[in-house]
């Protein structure tokens, strides 16, 4: 008889997840932001609906600093594959200029990521965002609800979530309330990458080390990616054979050096490495709760 | 003795078979088995330093996370600037100011046996239903009891709660050993105090460990702290206790979450398998309808199958043109569940507004949500002597 392996149940999990928005949820979206965590969410997601499409549209909150192999992947993927994308950006942010070299991270990502992905759901009026958090990258995470509750203001109330009962989400909400759904809460990073590997997921190139040019900023490897990158006097870009852990606006993620070419290599780096997931953002390390503090305010 | 007591040349031996044979390593992960538990048991029995003492001592902190974790230590720790292990747990920003843990967390580990996800859950009563909510993903509670304290209050209410969500292995841990000198008959004493307690639930396995978590006896080794003690430690009980459910074995049966139907030739029942088997050919009747059919084909995304099992998600179609909504259930012809509009059942009111009789609710029964009334409350159960008191 069939025994469902760990990886088997992880993904009947995820599948029971997104057929409760489906069929409960009047106006559900999927957050898609192009990484490997984005990728295996809508890889599930196209197995939940499987043989027809997915009953709703993805989209994806551009800041307009995402690295540029990022967006070619986005483009052919969703083109390959006939998906409904929105690519919705904060007009505001652009008209007033708004970027990480000139307003330092905290200000480009709340205008251009969190204010930008508030207006985009209040815009199309969205009641379920499915994002690709998962619990073990982050304290904070490691609390949420798989079926997370926001205010119509989009906050989050960490001390005071909803019950969660077996595989029973209460998703009954007021008007211009919402729920966030994680899907992938309980994958930890290894599942990930080892369920990319065997279902052979495609994912942004940039997670496989290549010599790129890069340059050292704060002991962080950051990729000159445009030219829209200032340099200071003396700084010149080096070829170097790097890869990203994460990816999200090129200035702000950190490059590690790698020689992993193929993904058994990636996950034997991670393995044996000691350095936590989103050690190469640069948004979390302004202070140990600020991702729960980003979160109440309504970041994903 | 457990091969996790040298977990020193297991660490060596795991992290030379990733640097020379990747693809076997990941070959082995597929199929090591998986366990779900909880912490639970009254503040301060220790619960979050024993989740942080796994995690430290099959080395799952990263360096950047240990030096975190000794900086907070030292800024908001309870242990006189030495590692404070329930920060690693506490992550919201309240908990850690008011050294409270407020919602259930979840935290992943492996060993060279099993991958672990473990749920730390709040001890005050007020957050009851978070503790709740952490204890219905699991299959074994570890119970946390203060050696010098015994049996509290909220041991017995946890202990009544997880049973009744369907928790059959209990591991009550006897913690903070060290503060009793390690004494046995402290720990005997609990252990038959527990037992006639126990004996009122229904558990289909209760074990007994006696650990401390600050020090690591009995977590991964023993130590030579309690040579008195036989048994396995904490983490090989865990690696080895079997929860397998025989689900496969019950009859089929399948709720509708959601109806498949891309185009007009194609109608199919979304769900995930509640029990049993199913085969292309097998006789199914839909409930509350009644009305039968046969398994035309088992639809997936990477194929069609000749087999489904309890757990799997799938989406079924018929031979023929049946009515069938969300919310129904699709099960075995003839071994098909009773139905009914009125039951008896346990409840745990989790809301601070007090229950009702004859008010209104609404019930949300896995994929359906219907109005229905509670008739009569026929007791409360006391939790600390399950005895059943006028309602
Ligand atoms: N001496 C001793 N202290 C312990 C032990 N386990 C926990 N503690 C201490 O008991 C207090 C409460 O522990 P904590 O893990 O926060 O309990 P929780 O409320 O159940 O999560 C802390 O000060 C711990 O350091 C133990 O085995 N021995």
Not at chain 1, 142 to 160: G, L, M, T, V, Y
Not at chain 2, 355 to 371: F, Q, S
Request: net charge negative; hydrophobic share 35%; charged share 25%.
């Amino acid at each position: 008889m069939t025994k469902l392996t760990h990886l088997q149940r992880l993904e009947a999990e995820s599948i029971h997840i997104m057929r409760e928005v489906a069929a409960t949820c009047d106006n559900p979206v999927m957050l898609y932001s192009i990484g490997k965590d984005s990728s295996v969410m809508l890889h599930l997601a196209m197995k939940a609906f499987h043989p027809s499409k997915l009953p709703f549209p993805l989209m994806h909150v551009d800041t307009t600093w995402k690295f540029r192999e990022m967006i070619e992947f986005r483009e052919k993927f969703i083109a390959e594959n006939n998906l409904d994308l929105i690519v919705h950006i904060n007009q505001d942010g652009v008209d007033q200029g708004i970027g990480p070299f000139s307003h330092g991270s905290a200000t480009h990502t709340d205008v251009m990521k969190t204010q930008g992905l508030k207006q985009a759901l209040d815009k199309y009026g969205f009641d379920a965002a499915f994002g690709g958090a998962r619990r073990d990258e982050e304290k904070s995470r490691a609390k949420e609800r798989i079926f997370s509750f926001r205010s119509a203001q989009h906050r989050w109330d960490p001390k005071n979530q909803r019950p969660e009962l077996w595989n029973i989400y209460n998703n009954r909400i007021q008007k211009g309330e919402s729920m966030r759904v994680f899907p992938l809460s309980n994958w930890t990073e290894l599942d990930i990458w080892q369920y990319i590997h065997l279902e052979n997921i495609p994912i942004v190139p940039l997670y496989l080390a290549k010599k790129r040019p890069v340059v050292e900023r704060d002991g962080m490897l950051v990729m000159v990616d445009d030219d829209r990158m200032p340099l200071n006097p003396g700084e010149e870009p080096e070829m170097k054979m790097v890869r990203f852990r994460t990816l999200g606006c090129y200035p702000l993620t950190g490059a590690v050096e790698s020689t992993a070419t193929t993904l058994p290599e990636i996950i034997q780096e991670m393995l044996l490495t000691k350095t936590s997931e989103r050690q190469g953002r640069a948004i979390d390390k302004d202070s140990n709760a600020s991702m729960e503090q980003k979160k109440q305010e309504g970041y994903f | 003795m457990s091969d996790s007591k040298n977990d020193k040349s297991y660490e060596v031996a795991q992290s030379d078979q990733i640097a020379s044979d990747i693809e076997g390593y990941l070959k082995d992960q597929e199929h090591k088995s998986f366990l779900r538990f909880i912490t639970c048991g009254s503040v301060d029995d220790g619960k979050s330093t024993l989740i942080g003492r796994l995690l430290y001592d099959s080395k799952l902190i990263f360096e950047d996370q240990l030096a975190t974790l000794e900086n907070d230590s030292k800024k908001v720790g309870t242990q006189g600037g030495d590692m404070d292990f329930a920060l690693l747990v506490d992550g919201l920003a309240a908990e850690r100011e008011q050294g409270i843990t407020i919602d259930v967390a979840y935290r992943f580990f492996s060993t060279d046996k099993r991958k672990f996800i473990v749920a730390d859950t709040p001890g005050h009563e007020q957050y009851t239903r978070n503790m709740a909510t952490g204890a219905s993903s699991a299959d074994v509670a570890v119970l946390l009891i203060d050696a010098r304290k015994g049996i509290l209050t909220q041991t017995r209410r946890h202990s009544y709660i997880v049973n009744l969500l369907g928790i059959r292995h209990a591991v009550v841990a006897i913690n903070k050993m060290d503060l009793v000198d390690y004494a046995q008959d402290a720990y005997e004493t609990i252990e038959k105090d527990y037992r006639s307690f126990a004996e009122n639930l229904n558990f289909s396995s209760i074990t007994f460990v006696p650990l401390s978590a600050l020090k690591g006896d009995n977590i991964i080794d023993s130590g030579d702290n309690m040579d008195w003690y036989e048994g396995p430690t904490l983490m090989s009980l865990l690696e080895t206790i079997d929860v397998s459910n025989q689900k496969e074995e019950n009859p089929f049966s399948m709720l509708v979450q959601w109806v498949n139907r891309p185009d007009l030739d194609f109608r199919g029942f979304s769900g995930t398998i509640a029990s049993g088997t199913i085969k292309p050919g097998d006789k199914i009747i839909a409930l509350p309808s009644a009305k039968t059919s046969t398994v035309k084909s088992i639809v997936t995304y990477d194929g069609e199958l000749d087999e489904a099992v309890a757990d799997q998600a799938v989406t079924i179609t018929l031979e023929d043109e049946i009515d069938i909504s969300r919310g129904d259930v699709i099960s075995e012809i003839n071994r098909r569940p009773e139905t009914t509009d009125q039951f008896q059942a346990q409840i745990i009111w989790m809301h601070d507004q007090p229950m009702l009789p004859g008010r209104p609710y609404l019930i949300k029964t896995t994929n359906k949500t219907v109005t229905g009334k509670v008739t009569s409350l026929k007791y409360k159960v006391n939790v600390n002597s399950l005895e059943h008191e006028a309602g």
